[in-house]
Nanobody, 120 residues
Framework: QVRLVESGGGLVQAGGSLRLSCAAS????????MGWYRQAPGKQRELVARMSDGGSTNYADSVKGRFTISRDNAKNTVTLQMNSLKPEDTAVYYC??????????????WGQGTQVTISS
């Protein structure tokens, strides 16, 4: 069992910055990767940024150079620093964790989502 809790969403003007945070909690598990996905109305959920426990990262092309993902593996937290925000960044952002349990069963866990709205 893993619980993911996001924070930091809100309303900002285009060109501004926002920082999202996610904390994972649970018992007897290891987290192989954590990341952020987003879903806008009428759109499919898409990867924004992801980081493995070894530090490798993967970013959506649309956010490269503007967003930065970071992790604290010891604390099981992940943050997303979002700069130069654009109206098209408006979406619900979801924290994700890919977890291997003590029984070696792998699965994805998801947070409840946090709304990010960018005004023009």
């Amino acid at each position: 069992q893993v619980r993911l809790v996001e924070s930091g969403g809100g309303l900002v003007q285009a060109g501004g910055s926002l920082r999202l945070s996610c904390a994972a909690s649970g018992i007897a598990f290891s987290i192989n990767a954590m990341g952020w996905y987003r879903q806008a109305p009428g759109k499919q959920r898409e990867l924004v940024a992801r980081m493995s426990d070894g530090g490798s990262t993967n970013y959506a092309d649309s956010v490269k150079g503007r967003f930065t993902i970071s992790r604290d593996n010891a604390k099981n937290t992940v943050t997303l620093q979002m700069n130069s925000l654009k109206p098209e960044d408006t979406a619900v952002y979801y924290c994700n964790a890919f977890v291997t349990s003590i029984s070696l069963v792998d699965r994805d866990y998801w947070g409840q989502g946090t709304q990010v709205t960018i005004s023009s």
